[in-house]
């Protein structure tokens, strides 16, 4: 599949799935690896994204370099007006 | 001081049990209010609304939300919106309330909002049903904001939700999907009523800090922008009264 096909299908997968239900990932791919990067609300959900791009697209290898937001991060302050 | 509290996009699953109750245990240390900005669900299921409504049930400050598009996902947004309700939380959708905080009214409309794009680069109502039916989307909802403004009465006036107004906080964001992010047709209003702080979520790669081009302030509080649970931004609404007397000498 053209590479620019394939970031596409990747992305719908991840967004589609259950398991993760993200839309805004970043998605990088060649012929051998995709790397993912971006955010998610829980560890489960990071595990989740090599899991279903394991088994939609066995023949990649899939980096998996997603954060997790941390629940614990010290509140910041701003004066607006 | 008002001190309102801001998060969105929380994304809240089966697997998310426990994740805010650290940032909600003394959450009345630091705000008054906490507004929640939309996607407080993953795939916008009852059983996700209900594992967050069990924490909001605890929060120890009043809690305003809208939703976003995440909540819409599989068609059970009013069982969502029942949900937190329920367990406290105010959920507006053109709607607006106000609490008193120490003396002071403090006024929040809320509207999920929609997409169209932004001034210069802006959809049409033209054209395609379709297209004509995506675009009465977000007119729709920029005269439900409008509305729940004019209702408003409030000392100081924020603007709650989830699509963006304007494009400078969707700055880090792939151009191309701007117009899946937010319409100018929200800023309108904001600017027409001189509201004071102006809320949103929805960009998780975009950037904190935008104004309208009326010169309201606009806080992008995606919890992925902020990297926190929550922002706290504070008002002094002498400040808002002085804006608005000025505006009134302006205008007379």
């Known amino acids: 599949m053209i590479e620019e096909y394939t970031v596409e299908a990747i992305r719908r997968a991840l967004a589609r799935d259950p398991r993760v239900g993200e ?9 051998e690896a995709i790397r993912v990067t971006g955010t998610l609300p829980t560890e ?8 279903v791009l394991e088994e939609r697209f066995p023949n990649h290898r899939v980096e998996n370099a997603t954060a997790v937001l941390s629940p614990e991060a010290p509140p910041d302050e701003e004066v607006v007006g | 001081m ?3 509290a801001a998060a969105g996009d929380l994304h809240y699953g089966v697997d998310s049990a426990g994740r805010m109750r650290p940032a909600l245990a003394d959450l009345d240390d630091h705000a008054d209010i906490l507004c929640l900005a939309g996607d407080l669900t993953t795939r916008g299921r009852p059983e996700e609304a209900e594992v967050l409504a069990r924490e909001l049930a605890d929060a120890p ?9 995440h909540d819409y996902h599989t068609d ?5 919106t029942e949900i937190l309700e329920r367990a406290g939380a105010r959920v507006l959708e053109g709607t607006s309330l106000v609490h008193e905080v120490n003396g002071v009214r403090v ?11 932004f001034a210069g680069a802006s959809g049409s109502e033209f054209g395609e049903p379709e297209m004509k039916l995506f675009m009465r989307v977000t007119i729709d909802a920029a005269n439900r904001l409008d509305a729940a403004l004019t209702e408003m009465d409030a000392d100081l006036k924020i603007a709650l939700m989830h699509f963006s107004p304007i494009p400078e906080t969707l700055e ?16 309108e209003p904001l600017d027409k009523h001189r509201v004071d702080l102006a809320l949103h979520g929805h960009a998780h790669r975009g950037d904190e800090h935008g104004e309208t081009p009326g010169g309201v302030p606009v806080r992008n509080v995606a919890q992925h922008v902020l990297e926190a ?19 009134a000498t302006i205008g007379s």
Do not use: H, M, W
């Open chain 1, 23 to 31: 839309l805004e990932l970043d998605v990088e791919v060649d012929e």
């Open chain 1, 44 to 51: 489960q959900r990071r595990d989740a994204v090599t899991e």
């Open chain 2, 2 to 4: 008002i001190r309102i």
């Open chain 2, 61 to 69: 400050v009043p809690v305003v939300a809208v939703l976003g598009n």
């Open chain 2, 76 to 80: 059970q947004q009013q069982e969502v």
């Open chain 2, 107 to 117: 006024g929040i409309a809320g509207v999920k909002g929609f997409g169209g794009g």
């Open chain 2, 172 to 187: 880090g964001e792939p151009l191309e999907i701007y117009p899946f992010l937010g319409s100018y047709l929200l800023a």
């Open chain 2, 229 to 247: 649970p929550y922002k706290v931004y504070s008002l002094d609404p002498e400040n808002a009264e002085r804006r608005d007397r000025s505006d």
